[in-house]
Nanobody
């Protein structure tokens, strides 16, 4: 059974940083690409970042390019999202998932506000 457990969210001021982590289980982590998504209130879930199974290839939404960095540790079944220069519009619940997608975890809330 696929399990995805996100953590690291919180309240941060504009311009601040957060690092999100996601621990995955129930599948061969090192064989699949991973993604971070987010869903803001009243909006659809959107793709934020993608990383290939080996970590060599990454892709980002235009809105986060140059500010967010996705990485993975296949030895620890973990994918991370380093978020810098945060803006109020980054406020959302953040989710990780494999690609192709499986079931969703509970997500972690990120709130950017002064």
């Amino acid at each position: 059974q696929v399990q995805l457990v996100e953590s690291g969210g919180g309240l941060v001021q504009p311009g601040g940083s957060l690092r999100l982590s996601c621990v995955a289980s129930g599948f061969i982590f090192s064989s699949v690409a991973m993604r971070w998504y987010r869903q803001a209130p009243g909006k659809e879930r959107e793709l934020v970042a993608h990383i290939s199974y080996g970590g060599a290839f990454t892709r980002y939404a235009d809105s986060v390019k140059g500010r967010f960095t996705i990485s993975r540790d296949n030895a620890k079944n973990t994918v991370s999202l380093q978020m810098n220069a945060l803006k109020p519009e980054d406020t959302a619940v953040y989710y990780c998932n494999r690609w192709p997608e499986s079931g969703w975890g509970q997500g972690t809330q990120v709130t950017v506000s002064s």
